[in-house]
């Protein structure tokens, strides 16, 4: 009897990205890959390489929808692997926030990945699946202009660790992929730009700095190919059980990427080891030096009246 092939469901496949490189690397390991992607014209080109491939928007679910029937299809109703990785980023002082903005960053990162377990779970169960979501190491840290993606990979952090307990009794596993910086799309594409009335307009040198810092030398970003090739290898080990866990650490909660185990090392340290690290990192000292030093010149003023 012949063994069934395995198969596995990416979300965010645009080439250049974690999603693309993970796709491929499931690919190379034998397994029956749908690649997904907003842009119909990339679909065609997943074809071309061996994979199937289906439309998919996480912020509608119309396209879920639809994407559920024709998976369901694709793999008779048996999906071993489901992998959210799309997701959308925002660089943006906390106190120049457009909600706009930020529900549209919430509804890819997390109202998205809600809605994809929701669609996919009768599926995962019967093969006693595996669920993998792409937090942000940025969820633990205070990512200086970066607390609307943090807070939404937050989220998703917290969401993941109830749902591995939810899903336990079916046998259906959780894990989470705690990304340091990678070399990716979402990295890049993150841009933004400050209002004219921004607390942070003086030092604006700091906040364009910001932009892009994931994909900047000084950060470290891991390759794509190497992160996928970690991620896949985590994914396909077997969990070992919890007395093991106690010594080895969890199977459902990895970090890699640039930076990663160092912040996460350090914030065992505590939030005043993370607080002062961030805060000399991006030169915020900087401003509080101005402010200090208008401070003292209103004080002065006020006294020579």
């Not at 995962?124 to 942000?136: E, F, H, R, Y």
């Not at 003086?202 to 996928?228: C, I, W």
């Not at 991620?231 to 093991?244: G, S």
């Not at 160092?262 to 915020?284: I, N, P, Q």
Request: hydrophobic share 40%; aromatic share 10%; charged share 20%.
């Amino acid at each position: 009897m012949l063994q069934r092939q395995r198969t596995v469901l990416v979300t965010g496949c645009t080439p250049g990205g974690i999603g693309y490189a993970t796709a491929k690397e499931f690919q190379s390991r034998g397994f029956h890959v749908i690649a997904t992607a907003r842009k119909l014209s990339l679909l065609e080109e997943f074809r071309d390489q061996g994979m199937s491939a289906v439309a998919l928007d996480v912020t509608d679910s119309a396209s879920i929808a639809a994407c559920r029937e024709e998976v369901g299809k694709l793999v008779g109703d048996r999906l071993d692997i489901l992998v959210n990785n799309a997701g959308r980023g925002l660089i943006t002082p906390a106190t120049d926030i457009s909600l706009h903005d930020a529900r549209a960053v919430y509804e890819t990162n997390v109202f998205g990945v809600m809605a994809m377990v929701s669609s996919f779970i009768n599926l995962l169960i019967p093969t006693q699946g595996l669920i993998i979501n792409v937090a942000s190491i940025s969820a633990i840290i205070p990512y200086v202009f970066g607390s609307v993606y943090g807070s939404s990979k937050a989220a998703l952090a917290s969401y993941s660790r109830t749902l591995r307990q939810e899903l336990r009794p079916f046998g259906v596993r959780v894990q989470v992929v705690m990304a340091g910086t990678v070399k990716s799309n979402i990295g890049s594409a993150s841009k933004g730009e400050l209002p004219n009335n921004s607390l942070y307009e003086r030092v604006k040198h700091l906040y364009e700095a910001r932009l892009g810092f994931s994909q900047k030398e000084g950060s470290n970003p891991m390759p794509t190919d190497v992160f996928a090739r970690k991620l896949v290898h985590d994914a396909l080990k077997p969990e070992v059980n919890l007395f093991w866990r106690n010594w080895f650490g969890r199977p459902d909660w990895f970090y890699y990427g640039g930076m990663s185990k160092m912040l996460y090392w350090t914030s065992c340290l505590g939030e005043w080891a993370l607080d002062s690290g961030v805060y000399r990192k991006f030169g915020l000292g900087e401003l509080e030096a101005m402010v200090k030093e208008g401070r003292k010149a209103e004080v002065m003023k006020l006294g020579s009246k």
